[in-house]
């Protein structure tokens, strides 16, 4: 957009940067307990975070989890004019679609549905797209419209329009996904946002930030083409990716108290907004749970009990050289009188994901200008 360019130029000495207000809402895992659906839902639909990294799935489809805890969203709109929709900003993944009024599913029933013959500016195509879920699948077409985000405006946007969710969308309020991963994963070949945004100078750097906000609803952000220095305390640690695919990089290990607990002798760990837990292979995170006093009821559920909260000990995540902490006011969730950790396993892979929970002790930065992960302490 001609006037972004324009006012970058005005505030040269200035960041130009674009926010986006992100909503910690209600999860699909709260809905589905209001109903008393819950833990049958749990029992016929296993939690399987890794199946967005599988490697099998890594080209040609844009494979999510079903994240039954995914809460954090912001809003957009495509179409002239505009129709809006509430998205979940994925570093995890590379498209972005939205539901259409072409889907017959339930979950596009009590969703925004985008219409595109009351947008002047969408172009279809004959294209498919599929994204592989834990729980089943979207599919739906590709098409082009203008793309609204955070005050930009990006033209030509290939984006997907479902036909087809899975179940387990009912009962998130997010409508769709916005990927913010590589284009090198990205379905059918499709451009991802931020890299229309880059290419047509749209944002003064290559980059955008996340803070994630614990205490309320408000305060979450994910910001485009800068760093909001307010969010953090201290110095940015920069880390180089390992591979430029998802975000990801390599860690050295994971201690309590100096002993490594975890990742003994380094991983791989992807730094990932669409998933909620810190998820690592099964046997380290029970090492890691029974450190810190933690066990498995018969639904799966990690518990510990609330009153031991502040005795619990500190996890280091130790990452080329530096060592992030995560105290247990921010890896233990409360939900009434029941405490859980926010630590899932999958005894099937050996890579590891970073999500919210790590994220929001750490203000993140996602730099494709360097392809490197900047963290500081969050305030």
């Known amino acids: 957009m001609k006037w972004v ?23 699909a895992r709260q809905a589905l307990r209001e109903r008393g659906l819950w833990e049958e839902y749990r029992k016929r639909h296993p939690y399987n ?55 017959s599913s339930e979950a596009c029933q009590n969703h925004n549905q985008f219409i595109p013959a009351d947008s ?29 985000v955070g005050g930009i405006q990006v033209t030509n946007q290939i984006f997907g329009l479902s036909e087809t969710e899975a179940p387990f969308m009912a009962y998130m309020e997010a409508d769709g996904i916005l990927g913010l ?23 003064s750097q290559s980059l955008f930030s996340v803070h994630l906000s614990s205490n309320s609803e408000a305060g979450s952000v994910v910001t485009f083409g800068g760093i909001d220095h307010s969010y953090y305390t201290g110095s940015i640690q920069w880390i180089p990716l390992s591979s430029e695919t998802y975000w990801q990089i390599s860690m050295d ?47 799966g559920d990690v518990i510990v009990s609330c009153s031991n909260i502040n005795r619990m000990p500190d996890i280091s995540f130790n990452i080329n050289g530096y060592s992030f902490t995560v105290p247990a006011s921010a890896y233990v969730s409360q939900d009434g009188s029941s405490c859980t950790t926010g630590f899932g396993g999958d005894g099937n892979y050996q890579l590891w994901i970073l999500g919210d929970v790590f994220i929001r002790h750490f203000y993140t930065i996602f730099d494709r200008g360097n392809n490197m992960i900047g963290l500081a302490q969050s305030v």
């Open 181 to 203: 991963a590589y284009p090198s994963i990205s379905a059918d070949g499709a451009t991802p946002v931020f890299d229309n945004m880059m290419s047509e100078g749209l944002v």
């Open 253 to 299: 290990s994971v201690t309590i108290n100096g002993n490594v607990v975890a990742c003994a002798g380094g991983c791989q760990a992807i730094i990932d907004t669409g998933t909620s837990l810190l998820v690592g292979p099964g046997s380290d995170i029970s090492n890691m749970n029974a450190w810190v006093g933690a066990y498995t009821d018969q639904y």
């Open 120 to 148: 002047t500016t969408f172009v279809s195509t004959n294209q498919s797209l599929s994204t592989q879920y834990g729980t089943g699948s979207m599919t739906g077409v590709l098409g082009y419209d203008t793309v609204q």
């Open 49 to 103: 975070p890794m199946v967005k990294f599988d490697p099998r799935f890594a080209v040609g489809n844009e494979p999510m989890t079903n994240d039954a805890d995914l809460s954090y969203y912001g809003v957009i709109s495509i179409g002239t004019p505009p129709q809006s929709f509430r998205v979940i900003f994925d570093t995890g993944s590379s498209n972005l679609w939205v539901p259409s009024n072409l889907c």
């Open 5 to 27: 360019l324009v006012l970058c130029a005005l505030v040269a000495l200035s960041e130009c940067i674009l926010r986006v207000p992100l909503i910690k809402g209600k999860t």
